[in-house]
């Protein structure tokens, strides 16, 4: 089967995989989906005797099909390798009744070195399926982790140069660190007097820009996304709920079609979205926990059908789920539209212009699947304290938030129904918030982050990341920072345009 991708503002532009990756969003503004979700075409036997490698090809080639399969099998093999700290790439372990999918064994100790240790061989690969000669600009918007993990997957490849633009002051001491000592010529990191979404914001609008476009090619550059808005993104974290899935019906944990849970600290909406495009394509799925922080937007949206993102912001510990727009909702409100993109696009004109929107009835009801709650700082720091006295297994704050409303659903519910939980950051990467859950001496610990380090290896048992280390005594590079309405100008100075 072709899948071809249209934008969810237009159904007009039909465009390749390889196209949809190359241009990572629509001109029209909107997020290109799939046009059809094929079934997974090896049943649960074949998929329990495979690596993750080969699950990762039977899932993409589903999705990727103007990739040959020596082309997607090539960018596989060049992606989960030895920068993955373990063979098994994403392992699942078991704590306190759940599975934890341990997603955070690459390069920049988050999960999305899970899809952007792909992306860039895709993008490369797409370029010159699409005889593409100028040089891909990667923008990307970070609230803390994208940033790193695009930086290192873009360092010094060849045709591309990456700008990643985040908050000032809403990322955490160590995200910080490992983006501004990033090393590579074709790399560039800029602070900006703002939050997220307005980073994210400002990103989206130098993409549509016309006239900004037209600058970039006399120069020889064309934009790109490493965002999670980019299909390139979406497709390799569709992988790891198949994998995980396979694993627990290996060890016997579920029978054969047995409906699982899949709890998912959520931001941007990705890594979720890719756990329900999952499902579509035949993972047997009981309920898709979306779990927010204080920011629980998503939390108020499944709960009362109305999107509005006219609240406080606020700065949590786990910042990168700190996020009023998700922009990946985008692609599940197309799909519960029917696929209209007439309808989502005036929903989505609503979000721009009042900062909310209501969805109908008929639309709500096709979201039964989804259930939401939110955590609480106290609520998340507890999370980790438990969970470390019951099992010994410590968690980082974003993963907190997950398995703080997996404890409030199974309360709620008694469902037993067997449980992953995307668990999406190391601790290490925010030491001191983890720390000083497990013990609160820890609050006002005068070592630094690194020192912090140490302390948690102890505590933990687990050896400090060779990431963690590697940033230690490294050299700051990226020293700029910028006002919000500044982008653009920061964007052509770099590249000399
Ligand atoms: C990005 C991120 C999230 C949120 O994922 P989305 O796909 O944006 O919903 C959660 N936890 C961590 C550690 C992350 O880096």
Same mark, same amino acid.
């Given at each position: ?66 990739? +040959? ?315 980790? *304290? ?10 980082? +704050? *974003? ?99």
């Amino acid at each position: 089967m072709n899948v071809t991708y249209v934008s969810t503002r237009n159904a007009e532009e039909e465009v390749t995989a390889s196209q949809a990756i190359l241009k990572g969003l629509s001109s029209d503004g909107g997020l290109f989906v799939p046009t059809a979700l094929p079934k997974l075409d090896k049943d649960w036997d074949e998929f329990a005797a495979m690596d993750y490698q080969q699950t990762a090809y039977e899932v993409m080639k589903l999705l990727l099909t103007d990739f +040959t399969e020596e082309e997607l099998k090539g960018c596989i093999k060049s992606a989960y390798d030895e920068k993955f700290d373990t063979p098994e790439i994403a392992p699942l372990k078991e704590a306190d009744g759940a599975y934890f999918l341990e997603l955070f064994h690459g390069a920049t100790i988050a999960f999305k070195d899970m899809a952007l240790s792909i992306l860039p061989h895709l993008m490369i690969t797409a370029a010159r399926k699409n005889k593409i000669e100028n040089d891909i600009v990667i923008l990307t918007a970070t609230s803390g982790d994208t940033g790193k993990a695009a930086l290192a997957g873009f360092a010094d490849v060849k045709g591309t140069k990456i700008i990643v633009f985040y908050p000032k002051n809403g990322v955490s001491v160590i995200q910080e660190k490992q983006m501004v000592t990033q090393k590579g010529e074709n790399t560039f990191v800029v602070g900006i007097h703002g939050n997220f979404d307005q980073a994210q914001t400002g990103v989206k609008r130098m993409f549509s820009d016309p006239q900004l476009g037209e600058e970039l090619a006399e120069a020889g550059f064309q934009f790109s996304s490493a965002n999670s808005i980019n299909i390139g993104r979406l497709v390799p974290q569709i992988v790891y709920y198949v994998y995980a899935y396979a694993k627990l019906y290996k060890k016997g944990a579920i029978g054969k079609g047995e409906k699982v849970n899949i709890d998912v600290p959520t931001g941007n909406f990705g890594n979720i979205l890719a756990a329900y495009y999952a499902m579509n394509m035949g993972l047997p799925v009981n309920r898709l926990i979306c779990a927010s922080n204080e920011n629980k937007v998503l939390y108020d949206f499944f709960s009362t059908g109305t999107y509005d993102k006219n609240r406080e912001f606020f700065l949590t510990t786990s910042p990168s789920m700190d996020i009023l727009v998700s922009s990946n909702l985008e692609r599940l409100i197309y799909r519960i539209a029917g696929n209209d993109p007439k309808k989502n696009t005036a929903l989505m004109k609503q979000l721009q212009e009042e900062g909310k929107y209501e969805i109908t009835p008929e639309m709500r009801e096709k979201l039964s699947v989804f259930y939401g709650n939110y955590c609480t700082q106290e609520e998340t720091a507890q999370a980790i *304290h438990s969970l470390y006295e019951k099992a010994g297994y410590v968690i980082d +704050t *974003h993963t907190a938030v997950a398995k703080g409303v997996y404890d409030k659903y199974h309360k709620e519910t008694g469902d037993t129904a067997k449980t992953i939980i995307a668990s999406t950051a190391s601790p290490f990467k925010f030491t001191r918030a983890v720390l000083s859950a497990i013990d609160p001496k820890y609050a006002d610990a005068k070592e630094d982050d690194f020192a912090l380090a140490d302390i948690l290896s102890g505590i933990s048992g687990v050896k400090v990341p060779a990431a963690i280390e590697t940033i230690r005594n490294a050299p700051v590079r990226h020293d700029t920072q910028c006002e919000v309405g500044e982008m653009p100008q920061v964007v052509k100075k770099f590249l000399g345009i």
